[in-house]
T-cell receptor, first 108, second 112 residues
Framework: QQPVQSPQAVILREGEDAVINCSSS?????VHWYRQKHGEAPVFLMILLKGGEQKGHEKISASFNEKKQQSSLYLTASQLSYSGTYFC?????????FGTGTRLQVFP | DTGVSQDPRHKITKRGQNVTFRCDPISEHNRLYWYRQTLGQGPEFLTY????????KSRLLSDRFSAERPKGSFSTLEIQRTEQGDSAMYLC??????????FGPGTRLTVT
């Protein structure tokens, strides 16, 4: 079953923060996060494994709560380049099921 | 690092024709995935290979779709007797043993 992301869309001014959530109804092995710009392929951001770990990548970090079957992506001090659609991907049997997507727009 | 490449980038075909797409993964990656993506949706899993073995195929995939990965290198995805509902972006991704997936630019299929 497809993971549900919230919110569906976010509009930010440069420098503002955002949180994107991903919830699954099934137990997860890992969670991936990708960003896709219009007309381009998805780009890998990070992967989180079981264990509630938190990872960081520049000003983008994420957490994974396996008990709640949820992951959150944190974007701090957003930049124009952060605009795009963010997808979580939940992994169970070596394949990814992508979430419903969150469209993020950052304006100057 | 040349990344994942796909060919062709665009394909327009008439309903009922067969089409074949090619994906060249990152050379040291042992896993290769095919996805389909329609406007406003996330990529939808179709099938994947570990080396030359096809390990899983989506139940959503009809028997008109077939994929191969001879010798564990490039892969092809063939769609027979195309239908208008097959119009989509077909994405290929390759993955090392650590699990992250690197996507190619995709092949946009339009069935008229």
């Amino acid at each position: 079953q497809q993971p549900v992301q919230s919110p569906q869309a976010v509009i930010l001014r440069e420098g503002e923060d955002a949180v994107i959530n991903c919830s699954s109804s099934k137990a997860l092995y890992s969670v991936h996060w990708y960003r896709q710009k219009h007309g381009e392929a998805p780009v890998f951001l990070m992967i989180l494994l079981k264990g509630g770990e938190q990872k960081g990548h520049e000003k983008i970090s994420a957490s994974f709560n396996e008990k709640k079957q949820q992951s959150s992506l944190y974007l701090t001090a957003s930049q124009l380049s952060y605009s795009g659609t963010y997808f979580c991907g939940t992994e169970r049997t070596d394949k990814l099921i992508f979430g419903t997507g969150t469209r993020l727009q950052v304006f100057p | 690092d040349t990344g994942v490449s796909q060919d062709p980038r665009h394909k327009i075909t008439k309903r009922g024709q067969n089409v074949t797409f090619r994906c060249d993964p990152i050379s040291e990656h042992n896993r290769l995935y095919w996805y389909r993506q329609t406007l406003g949706q996330g990529p939808e899993f179709l099938t994947y290979f570990q080396n030359e073995a096809q390990l899983e195929k989506s139940r959503l995939l009809s028997d008109r779709f077939s994929a191969e990965r001879p010798k564990g290198s490039f892969s092809t995805l063939e769609i027979q007797r195309t239908e208008q509902g097959d119009s989509a972006m077909y994405l290929c991704a390759s993955s090392p043993s650590t699990g992250e997936q690197y996507f190619g630019p995709g092949t946009r299929l339009t069935v008229t």
